[in-house]
Nanobody, 123 residues
Framework: QVQLVESGGGLVQAGGSLRLSCAAS????????MGWFRQAPGKEREFVAC????????YYIDSVKGRFTISRDNAKNTVYLQMNSLKPEDTAVYYC????????????????WGQGTQVIVSS
């Protein structure tokens, strides 16, 4: 069992930055691919980014490439999402996840979810 707790969301102006954190419980953190989904109001939850177990590779959706950076610290059981140059369309609840699969996966391929953290980007 893995429990995920996100933090770091908030209200920021367009062009600003936020850093999301996701702390995991349990001893098996490094055995999972970690990543982030987001869900904007009235929209389906969408994949954002993921990182391999070792942190050696990452994957992003096109709309966040060059602006978001995912990283992990296996010693701290934590995954991060650094979000720069934020846009109003980035407004969403951001969910951390753990999966055994790397890449742009679907919701059904997620093993564990966090509870979500709200990000609001004002114009």
């Amino acid at each position: 069992q893995v429990q995920l707790v996100e933090s770091g969301g908030g209200l920021v102006q367009a062009g600003g930055s936020l850093r999301l954190s996701c702390a995991a419980s349990g001893r098996t953190f490094s055995s999972y691919v970690m990543g982030w989904f987001r869900q904007a109001p009235g929209k389906e939850r969408e994949f954002v980014a993921c990182i391999t177990r070792s942190g050696s590779a990452t994957y992003y959706i096109d709309s966040v490439k060059g602006r978001f950076t995912i990283s992990r610290d296996n010693a701290k059981n934590t995954v991060y999402l650094q979000m720069n140059s934020l846009k109003p369309e980035d407004t969403a609840v951001y969910y951390c996840y753990a999966s055994r699969l790397f890449g742009r996966i679907s919701i059904g391929e997620i093993d564990y979810w966090g509870q979500g953290t709200q990000v609001i980007v004002s114009s």
